[in-house]
Structure formats: C-alpha cells, structure tokens
T-cell receptor
Framework: DTGVSQDPRHKITKRGQNVTFRCDPI?????LYWYRQTLGQGPEFLTY????????KSRLLSDRFSAERPKGSFSTLEIQRTEQGDSAMYLC??????????????FGPGTRLTVL | DAKTTQPNSMESNEEEPVHLPCNHS???????IHWYRQLPSQGPEYVIH???SNVNNRMASLAIAEDRKSSTLILHRATLRDAAVYYC?????????FGAGTTVTVRA
C-alpha cells in the first residue's frame, strides 16, 4: 500500500531547537496539504501545494514555519526556534486534482511533536 | 468559512444504524458538504461528500435537506471499527476547515 507516509512519527525537542518533518504523498497526487491538530480539536489548515508551488499559507503559519515541495513530490515542514505552543500533531494529506470538482484528501498518520 | 454545528458525542449499539446530524444554516450555494472521520491515533479519512442530492457509497449515506441547511450522515450498521470522531465540513476545493466533530462510541 502506497498511502501517505510521514517521518518521523514522533519528535521530542527542546524549546528553541529547529525541527523538520517529511511527508511523502501518494505518488500521482499533485496537491499536498499540511494541517496541525492539538488535543481535542479538529485539524487546522496550514498550507498547501499544487505540484511544487505553495499556493496558500494560513495566518497560523508564523515566520518560524516554512514548507517546501522542491520537485512536486515529497514535502518538508520546518519549524525554527520551537516553542511549547508548537506541540501538536502535524498532519500531511494529498489529493489528485483534475479541475473537476471536489476530490478527497488522503491523510498520513501524522508527526507528533512535543516541545519541552 | 461557513460554520457547522454537530453534537459533541453519540452512542450506538453494534450492528444498529447511526444517524449523525450536522447543521449548516449559512451554507453557500457552492459549498460542498464533506464528512471525514478520525479513528484513534490515525489521520482523518474521507467518508463521503455531496452538494445537493443524497449520496451513497460503501461506507455511508449522506442525506441532504432540501434547503441544504442541514445534513445527516448515516452509517447503516455500526461496527466497533466505526468508533471515531466524525467531522462535517463545508467548502469547495482544497481547504478543509474541521470543527470539533462528533465522537461516536459503539457498544458491543
């Protein structure tokens, strides 16, 4: 099964450190999304890519956050100078958009970040 | 984004149907109604979506009110594996705006 994969699954870091997460979408999917989920809440949209272009960023994505999808395949999400408030589950999703209505998003298992 | 209102929780017995309501009185004409669910310790998974007409797939049915201000997700025979948080989401295109969802508990 070649679903969406994320690495690492868990990350514990100290406040002020930088962390980077990776997402590998389903291979033929041209859209990739990042979401953040805190305990007891639904996921919140952070950003998305159409191929390698980052088309929208939520205001939740502060300057300390950066996302890339260099060749339109895998994506990375980097958080610089982590803060305790960054502790959350970071979810990646992908979809195949053909310009014909709404298409389902396929989610990965997430990376759980804990900032001490 | 248009808002949805869902009950916080619902309980069901195994092999009985589950009807999950969602109110969305401010829905716009282009908003699709999406349902996703999230099993414990997993990412969300797509369940179903619709615009105006009722929809069926292998997982569930979606009944949409004629005025589109409410909808109901129907799980025809609940199993223990259906215990999850179910999210009703409005939107068109790429951005899913999740609320807190409905936590469904299935009793054996």
């Amino acid at each position: 099964d070649t679903g969406v994969s994320q690495d690492p699954r868990h990350k514990i870091t100290k406040r002020g450190q930088n962390v980077t997460f990776r997402c590998d979408p389903i291979s033929e999917h041209n859209r990739l999304y990042w979401y953040r989920q805190t305990l007891g809440q639904g996921p919140e949209f952070l950003t998305y890519f159409q191929n390698e272009a980052q088309l929208e960023k939520s205001r939740l994505l502060s300057d300390r956050f950066s996302a890339e999808r260099p060749k339109g395949s895998f994506s990375t999400l980097e958080i610089q100078r982590t803060e305790q408030g960054d502790s959350a589950m970071y979810l990646c999703a992908s979809s195949l958009e053909l310009g014909q209505g709404v298409n389902e998003q396929f989610f990965g298992p997430g990376t759980r970040l804990t900032v001490l | 984004d248009a808002k949805t209102t869902q009950p916080n929780s619902m309980e069901s017995n195994e092999e009985e149907p589950v009807h999950l309501p969602c109110n969305h009185s401010t829905i716009s004409g282009t908003d699709y109604i999406h349902w996703y669910r999230q099993l414990p310790s997993q990412g969300p998974e797509y369940v179903i979506h619709g615009l105006t007409s009722n929809v069926n797939n292998r997982m569930a049915s979606l009944a949409i009110a004629e005025d589109r201000k409410s909808s109901t997700l129907i799980l025809h025979r609940a199993t223990l594996r259906d215990a999850a948080v179910y999210y009703c989401i409005l939107g068109w295109g790429y951005k899913l705006s999740f609320g807190a969802g409905t936590t469904v508990t299935v009793r054996a």
